[in-house]
């Protein structure tokens, strides 16, 4: 493969500390520029996609996130044992670790991100209020104390009013979250959050907010470069999310005018910026009635973030390989406006028709169909395995086209000819929620998955002469009798599971 | 491996793949994936997670890490009380009795992994009178 010339780079070997699609996408980029790769993996991990593309590997642990991707030392070990330069942490794990920001650094590696002080102001929920109250922006109501107890959390959550919300103070991806929307929940919920964070993040600290009940989650993308100048990189919509897990984004939102626009751009550019930021964040807000709250700083790059990409034309994960670099400055004219609409939409493995329960197992056939304005980012592909230890995100899906209903449109159609064979996926629910009419209408809320899909999706009939095909099919593929049709599998959908373990 | 289809069905071709995973056979047509059992020995592996609405126990649904138990051997437990928190895929879910009982065997113990199907707990149900 040819390189691209950039040996002046400081970096020339780096490791990642990721999995998944997005290790994949930061191989790509260090093809792009030249750069070695060591992938630091699990014992679960080794039939995927980004093992197969690294130029090394190194396994840094068992299958459990504690023993391998969340384990600061084996990460930092793998990557010196393959003389790596430099640490991209992805998303997830460790990425909005400040501890692991500073150990890179302790080792003489460069850590692909914003700095350890950065991710200690903006990183820790608690500390970044505190910055947002200094920079004047709004923040939503709630209770950030240290006392811990469960007593006064649950005092405090009723003070606060109901419904409110309990988080995980390190936390983010809707992981060690739960809502409260009565007192008598709130023990155990306050509980649950507790042990959540503290599985996922080493953590069990947690906050209390107010929730509010139809508002919109805007998110900005910031950037800073390598001589301290942040920028924002217009906004995100996420609203479209299911136990506060992001479902499908887009770029840019159908609800902010030009005004607003610059205000809370504005503002996600001052906190970044206040906090001396470097490299790529995210600044989330909630959105209701005009108004806008600072909900939370996201000190990494987001899942979402290729429809940043595609309206804008920049690929973040290089700049921010650059920027660690010391190579990346804004010229005054980038990235000042956007161009069309990007819609992302995050295929789960997980049974559309049997309210999302997660589904492992072996992948057979994989195919996505590619076109023009097309983009796929998977990191597993035929014959690997999609094991319970992990995020059952398996591939996104992104379309852009030159407006809002046109990329709606494309990514249907691009669904539609999506194949997954060996796991069940959340595409025909996608579907659903692509068609909606207050998703087109582009008025939907945070609310929007628990007010029109609280109920497991319904199987789609087909007509009968389809059907007819279908059994062809099915007895050609089995050779053998057809299978025996119960109410539910009848159809061609499973039912194994019990109705308590419906998850939206 | 993969077997390509094709059929004129009133004036639309439709174009399928189909592909037999393990003990089933997965069908993508008409923009649609579906997925079928394969005839085996008749044993649907699906059935073995499964829990009707008269059942008196708690199979797991997935495998997992039972993060809490909410119950002991000789509670009682009213319909959708929670009795146990498990973890899977970094997400935690509460499972529920779905019947009014005494708890008569529970089979794990808390930050155990359990596998598929695993019987949990069971419950003596509380006689009607």
């Avoid at chain 1, 995100?393 to 990329?407: G, L």
Wanted: aromatic share 8%; net charge neutral.
């Amino acid at each position: 493969m040819k390189k691209t010339d950039l040996s002046n780079l400081a970096i020339k070997r780096l490791a990642i500390a990721n999995r998944g699609e997005v290790a994949v996408r930061i191989i790509k980029a260090c093809e792009e520029l030249g750069i070695e790769t060591v992938l630091l993996h699990s014992d679960a991990d080794i039939n995927s996609r980004a093992y197969r593309m690294a130029d090394h590997k190194v396994c840094i642990g068992g299958s459990t996130p504690a023993e391998s991707y969340l384990n600061i030392k084996s990460n930092i070990q793998g990557a010196k044992a393959k003389s790596a330069d430099a640490i991209h942490p992805g998303f997830g794990f460790l990425s909005e670790n400040a501890d692991f920001a500073k150990a890179c650094v302790d080792a003489g590696l460069i850590f692909v991100g914003p700095s350890e002080s950065a991710i200690r102001s903006l990183g820790d929920k608690v500390h970044c209020k505190e910055l947002a109250k200094k920079c004047g922006i709004p923040l939503v109501p709630g209770y950030d104390g240290d006392d811990q107890t469960v007593e006064t959390l649950s005092k405090e959550a009723a003070r606060i009013g109901y419904p409110c919300i309990v988080k995980a103070a390190a936390g983010g991806g809707g992981r060690g979250m739960k809502l409260i929307s009565q007192a008598s929940e709130a023990l155990e919920r306050i509980e649950s959050a507790q042990r959540e964070s503290l599985s996922a993040f080493g953590s069990s600290k947690v906050f209390l907010e107010k929730y509010l009940d139809r508002a919109k989650h805007i998110e900005f993308q910031v950037f800073g470069d390598s001589i301290g100048k942040v920028r924002h990189l217009f906004e995100r919509e996420c609203s479209v999310q299911r136990r506060h897990q992001k479902i499908i984004e887009e770029a840019t939102s159908p609800s902010l005018t030009p005004e607003l626009r610059r205000k809370m751009g504005e503002a996600a550019t001052l906190i970044a910026q206040t906090a001396g930021y470097r490299s790529a964040g995210t600044v989330e807000f909630l959105f209701q009635d005009g108004e806008f709250f600072l909900l939370e700083v996201n000190t990494r790059l987001q899942v979402e973030h290729p429809v940043t990409e595609m309206v804008l034309g920049i690929d973040l994960v290089k700049a921010q390989i650059l920027n660690a670099c010391q190579s990346f400055v804004f010229s005054e004219d980038q990235y000042k406006s956007f161009q069309g609409h990007s819609i992302e939409c995050r295929v789960y493995a997980e049974n559309s028709y049997e309210g999302g329960m997660p589904s492992t197992g072996k992948l057979g056939h994989v195919h996505f169909p590619e076109g023009p304005g097309r983009r796929f980012e998977y990191g597993f592909e035929e014959d690997d395995v999609i094991t319970s230890f992990y995020d059952p995100m398996i591939a996104k899906v992104i379309v852009w086209d030159e407006s809002r209903p046109r990329a709606i449109q494309k990514m249907i159609e691009v669904l539609n000819q999506s194949v997954i064979f060996g796991v069940h996926t959340n595409i025909p629910y996608l579907k659903a929620i692509l068609s909606h009419p207050e998703f087109i209408a582009g008025t939907m809320t945070t609310q929007f998955i628990s007010k029109y899909f609280s109920e497991p999706l319904k199987p789609p009939t087909r007509e009968p002469a389809l059907e007819v095909f279908v059994e062809e099919m099915k007895k050609q593929v089995g050779k053998s009798a057809p299978s025996e049709k119960s109410a539910t599998a009848g159809n061609g959908y499973q039912n194994p599971w019990s109705e308590q373990w419906r998850m939206w | 491996m993969i077997q390509k289809f094709e059929k004129k069905i009133g004036n639309h071709v439709h174009k399928a793949i189909a592909e037999k995973v393990g003990d089933k056979i997965w069908i993508h047509v008409n923009g649609e994936t579906l997925v079928f059992d394969a005839e085996t020995t008749g044993r649907r592996r699906g059935k073995v997670a499964g829990k009707d609405a008269k059942s008196n126990t708690i199979l797991a649904p997935m495998p997992g890490k039972i993060t809490k138990l909410f119950k002991k051997l000789g509670d009682v437990v009213t319909v959708g009380e929670s009795v146990l928190v498990m973890e899977a895929m970094k997400m935690e879910y509460t499972l529920k009795s779905n019947m009014a009982g005494t708890i008569k065997k529970v089979a794990f113990k808390e930050l155990d992994q359990v596998a598929l199907g695993a019987l949990i707990v069971e419950i003596e149900p509380t006689k009607e009178t």
